[in-house]
């Protein structure tokens, strides 16, 4: 009996934490206060998106040549070549920060200033040659040491998943209609976000 009440009770507080929780989360959205995007549910997030590109469409129409930074995220992963040609098919040249998966690895390049995508990438695959070649000579594990130097073969493989841009809100309003783009997000100073996995990386 002791237990049976032990459970109802267990039972009871994770319900009211349940409900606190989606009562928080509607609080916050009408608010227009942006939530931690990866843990939202599928309806809320997709009343964020719709809220987003409004938000965007609605400066376009108003000031279409005011330049904004927003966050991109994708509906997958593209490579390079595939992400200079959705971009440059809409104009947009300021890429300030590239979002990136190798394998099981994601990172966050920033770009340095007058540096195109061609530049930043060969970058960071020379950084990351470099650490691995450490590896390879410091790891005495042959599985370890073998994996490294698969690592090494698929460096060229760089998948990107989101970027961070600075351009016209004319020409992002477009990029929010591509069906690549899953969300594109307005960012402040302030503002440290970071794009929403792609299915194929979850």
């Known amino acids: 009996m002791k237990q049976l009440k032990n459970k109802l009770l267990y039972l009871g507080i994770f319900t009211c934490f349940a409900l606190l929780i989606g009562l928080k989360t509607q609080n916050l959205l009408a608010l227009g206060k942006p939530l931690p995007l990866h843990v939202m549910d599928r309806q809320a997030l997709k009343q964020y998106i719709h809220q987003s590109h409004d938000k965007i469409a609605k400066l376009a129409e108003k000031k279409p040549r005011k330049k904004i930074k927003t966050l991109v995220s994708l509906n997958k992963t ?43 990438l060969k970058r960071l695959n020379q950084s990351y040659n470099h650490f691995l ?70």
């Open 78 to 120: 593209l490579g390079k070549r595939e992400l200079q040609k959705m971009l440059s098919s809409y104009g947009i040249k300021k890429v300030s920060k590239i979002y990136h998966a190798q394998g099981d690895n994601r990172g966050a390049l920033e770009l340095k200033k007058g540096e195109d995508i061609d530049k930043a």
């Open 133 to 202: 070649n450490v590896a390879i000579k410091a790891e005495k594990n042959p599985k370890l040491n073998q994996k490294f130097q698969t690592m090494k073969k698929n460096n060229e493989n760089i998948q990107i998943y989101g970027i961070e841009i600075f351009d016209q809100a004319k020409k992002i309003q477009k990029l929010s209609r591509d069906p690549q783009v899953k969300l594109i997000d307005k960012l402040s100073f302030y503002d440290k976000k970071i794009p929403l996995y792609p299915d194929s990386l979850k």
